[in-house]
């Protein structure tokens, strides 16, 4: 058996959830290849790009950029340099485009472009794999006329080609056209290169799809593609339509689209057989009308998943639901009813040691006795949901940004997210390094992201140094990811 590399060392760390120990192993790897073969070598270069892909699986995509630029600076040797530095120019691309920096990406892929050209031609699959990450730029860019091309010479390459990436190719090309509108000048259905494709590759191309329009920045253009996709799916995917249908929902919210989201929570609930999974569509369909404004249906509709979760005897759904329903009420400026489910939500989520239902309820709870005028209530549920929960849990940090408007005499305010983040990423990085090192640690916010204020208590060694910095940066995108970005 070969010996395993030290990215297969690293996925294993990966898996199991050791974060700090993977990224170090690749740590190692790329100070191993810089001193073994140095900066201008392949080693060096892939293990830069094999880092730039663990940050990317952990939500840090602003970590790997740096990385995937060492690797595209490294001067590698040879056809297999330069084939290796188009891959290496594709991903940094692909990054920037995943941050938002449109314009950066754009000349990065522009460049990867020319490169793959003068390697492939332009007839060549090679060519089009730097198409399409090219156009889908340009489509979030708003550019979807000088998109539209691309998009169609992308499609063109892989079906003459007979390459597997035609399925993310059609869902490109079908966002592009519905991006353009009447501009876009096609009378067939967008999505019709799918009758042609074999089951696999059709699933496929559906699924990339349903990912492209959830991922796409104009929400309107996005739900069209998936009112396109319902008929293939319908007659060719069946069992794909709860992905489609709660995909529909996700962006017909983004959308402001009310009646296509409630359509879509109406659809899911018709095809969810598990009792459980129809509570929590009851629960998106509930908070649906709610933002519709269709108040009477909706507390109609939390009150049937309420009394479906009591039924079933599932305690973190119950709690789960009278959460919902009590924070939903509590809008309404009915506080009595409210308080009696937020109240409940606790009990039974405590009674039944459902920790992580105990934790949102306890902020939910203490949140609305704030938010009433009662401080000295609020403030032992704030801090018991925030130990019961972990740090990067959004909710918890929701409650520490209360705890805080309390400790600071705010009263009902809802605190300095500032503070409640630095408090936060103490408490995730804390194991990680030496109890009588970090003196303070403060975040302040700013236009490209958040930004760390670090006073030591002592001199570090170098070692120590180099580990606290990577250990708070991994911090931070935890806390981008449990804040939702």
Not at 215 to 234: E, G, I, K, M, Y
Request: aromatic share 4%; with cysteine.
């Amino acid at each position: 058996m070969a010996a395993m590399t030290a990215w297969d060392r690293a996925l294993v760390q990966f898996r199991a959830g050791e974060l700090l120990a993977a990224e170090e192993i690749l740590q190692r790897a790329i100070d191993q290849a810089e001193a073994r073969h140095g900066t201008d070598s392949a080693p060096f270069a892939e293990a830069c790009f094999d880092l730039a892909s663990l940050m990317a699986a952990m939500g840090d995509h602003r970590r790997g950029i740096a990385l995937l630029r060492r690797a595209v600076a490294a001067q590698v040797p040879g056809e297999e340099g330069a084939r290796a530095r188009l891959t290496w120019l594709m991903n940094l691309g692909e990054f920037l485009h995943t941050v938002g920096d449109l314009a950066e990406a754009e000349a990065v892929l522009r460049e990867g472009l020319a490169g793959r050209e003068a390697l492939y031609g332009d007839e060549h699959p090679g060519y089009a794999f730097g198409l399409e990450p090219l156009a889908a730029v340009l489509l979030d860019a708003g550019r979807v006329a000088e998109a539209l091309p691309l998009v169609d010479q992308t499609l063109g390459i892989f079906w003459e080609h007979g390459h597997p990436r035609v399925a993310p190719a059609i869902g490109l090309r079908a966002l592009a056209i519905r991006m353009a509108g009447p501009d876009a000048e096609v009378d067939e259905d967008p999505l019709q290169p799918l009758g042609a494709l074999p089951d696999e590759l059709f699933a496929d191309a559906v699924h990339q799809a349903i990912s492209r329009a959830q991922a796409a920045r104009d929400a309107t253009a996005a739900l069209a593609l998936l009112h396109d996709l319902l008929p293939w799916v319908s007659e060719r995917l069946p069992r794909s339509l709860r992905d489609l249908h709660a995909a529909q929902s996700n962006v017909a919210r983004a959308a402001g689209d009310h009646d296509a989201r409630i359509a879509a929570f109406l659809e899911l609930s018709a095809l969810s057989p598990d009792p459980l999974d129809r509570i929590e569509v009851q629960l998106g369909l509930a908070m649906a009308h709610g933002d519709a404004g269709e108040h009477a249906d909706a507390e109609r509709v939390y009150a049937q998943a309420v009394a479906a979760a009591e039924e079933l005897g599932a305690p973190s759904l119950l709690a789960q639901a009278r959460r919902d329903a009590g924070l939903y009420l509590a809008e309404r400026g009915r506080r009595a009813e409210a308080a009696s489910l937020l109240a409940d939500a606790v009990a039974g989520a405590r009674e039944d040691e459902a920790m992580e239902e105990l934790g949102k309820s306890l902020i939910a709870q203490g949140i609305f006795l704030q938010h009433g005028g009662d401080a000295a209530a609020a403030r032992p549920l704030l801090q018991e949901g925030v130990d019961t929960l972990p740090p990067d849990d959004a909710d918890a940090l929701a409650g520490r940004s209360h705890l805080d408007a309390i400790d600071g005499g705010l009263g009902c305010g809802c605190g300095d997210a500032e503070r409640a983040l630095a408090a936060a990423l103490r408490a995730l990085v804390a194991p990680d390094i030496p109890a009588d090192l970090l003196a303070d640690l403060r975040i302040q916010m700013a236009d490209d992201g958040p930004r760390m204020d670090v006073q030591l208590a002592r001199e570090p060694t170098d070692e120590e140094l180099e580990r606290l910095d990577r250990v708070l940066q991994q911090g931070l995108a935890r806390l981008r990811q449990g804040a939702g970005g």
